[in-house]
């Protein structure tokens, strides 16, 4: 019984690339089907802002090339080149890794256990008792790894990075003007973020407004429609997006008649979304500066070396975990053989 993970995520595909590979939630199931057909016995999907992953079970026939064909459909281009493939006790160590925050762009960040536990969910009808121990065990791993270790210690969020840059262009937020463009989970916690850094003012934005409303509520802010915010961007000084949109709503069109009225202030964007809501083209505007996730790197770098401190702990308690996980999978392989071990000698009794 051979358990493969492969995919590509922050370490080995830029932004652009990895917004091809991302799944919306109405899609998990129909390619999960269509790897069980080419040969996959269970499988699973992880698809993150950083990350693609699959994990499967393999029968007698291989499944990766279909899993390359299928990236490969999506990117335009060969997707192999981007990607990875761990097998057996490093696909397992794998994944607990990724739960565990140790694979993340910020060292020990606590969402993608959340995001792991959601693909597991979504990814129930194809995987199988392999596959659940598996997606089981990295969700504890991931919970020990955070209590017993100091991997996890201080913020240091995708959100709580993203504010961290607007601080390097502003200085101090205290009284800026803040836009957050989508009220999903990342959207509040960077509005989380932005408020105890003392904004003045912060406008919440989204297709529903309904949404925006409860979460501007929430957090003491003003909510808009979509159509209304655009007029807003002369007055703010910090706009976060964080969308679930396929293609980008904010382009140049929507900046260029502010651009008069800010006169000299600088606007930072933060695009913490995947796919991209920020047109690329928005940077080349004057006094405007846009940032992605794969910028976020270099703003994290100085601030997660305490909790590499921690690896090793981290590590060891992890490969633990991957030894058990691995001697329970080795057992569950021999029930087929003990069955029919049992069936014949009963047969012959």
Not at 88 to 94: I, K, L, P, Q, Y
Request: proline share 4%; charged share 25%; glycine share 6%.
């Amino acid at each position: 019984m051979g358990l493969i993970a492969v995919g590509a995520s922050h370490r080995t595909a830029p932004v652009e690339v990895r917004e091809k590979f991302a799944y919306a939630d109405a899609e998990v199931g129909r390619v999960l089907g269509r790897l069980r057909d080419a040969g996959a016995r269970e499988a699973a999907l992880l698809s993150t802002c950083n990350r693609t992953e699959f994990y499967l079970v393999e029968s007698e026939d291989d499944p990766i090339p279909a899993i390359w064909q299928e990236l490969s459909s999506r990117l335009g281009a060969d997707a192999q080149r981007y990607g990875y493939v761990r097998r057996d006790r490093e696909a397992a160590a794998h994944l607990f890794r990724v739960a565990a925050g140790l694979d993340s762009m910020i060292l020990g960040e606590a969402q993608i256990q959340g995001q792991v536990r959601d693909a597991w969910e979504k990814s129930r009808s194809h995987s199988g008792a392999a596959l659940n121990r598996l997606f089981q065990s990295a969700l504890s791993v991931g919970s020990r790894v955070r209590s017993e270790t100091g991997v996890g210690r201080g913020a240091a969020s995708v959100s709580s990075a993203a504010v961290q840059l607007a601080k390097q262009i502003f200085g101090s937020l205290r009284g800026r003007r803040v836009m957050v463009l989508g009220a999903g989970e990342m959207a509040e916690l960077a509005l989380q973020c932005l408020m105890s850094e003392g904004v003045r003012a912060a406008i919440v934005a989204n297709r529903t407004h309904e949404r925006a409303a409860a979460l501007a509520q929430l957090h003491g802010a003003t909510a808009l429609h979509y159509d209304a915010c655009w007029a807003q961007l002369a007055e703010v000084d910090v706009v976060i997006t964080s969308t679930a949109a396929p293609h980008p709503v904010v382009r140049p069109e929507h900046l260029l008649p502010t651009l008069p009225a800010r006169g000299d202030r600088p606007l930072c964007i933060l695009d913490i979304a995947l796919p991209r809501d920020v047109d690329p083209a928005v940077r080349e505007l004057r006094n405007v500066f846009l940032y992605d996730l794969d910028d976020l790197q270099t703003v994290v770098a100085t601030t997660i070396g305490r909790r590499h401190d921690e690896l090793p702990t981290a590590e060891a308690l992890l490969l633990d975990e991957v030894e058990r996980y691995w001697n329970w999978l080795a057992g569950l392989a021999s029930v087929p053989v003990l069955t029919t071990l049992r069936s014949e000698m009963e047969r012959v009794r």
